[in-house]
């Protein structure tokens, strides 16, 4: 496990960890409405990355006006610091943030056996 900000942060897991990972989450969770995943396009992981100085995403767990679950997105720079602007008002102002992903529950893949 890493613990350093890096573009090669992360590392890869077998496909019976994942299993075994997400299989706690639900014994930990189990109400079938439970959100289990969040998917997001490329495009927008592309459009993060591609800012300037931009090495990594971070991925914080939000609640929205409403108390829905939400996910936040944003570039990280090589020291470590966010690259966004807390004060800005439009979506791209001081460096992009993103969210509004897709939920599973609802829109989950089939045949999902997890």
Known sequence: MADEISPNTGDPISGQTAKRWIANHRDRHPAPDEKLACFYGSEIFNQILAQPGCVGIRIYFAY????AQQKVLV???ASGKNIWDLNATEPGEGG???DEGVWCPPI???NNLI
């Open 64 to 67: 929205d006006d409403n108390g």
């Open 75 to 77: 570039g990280v720079d």
């Open 96 to 98: 992009l943030v993103a």
């Open 108 to 110: 989950c893949p089939p």
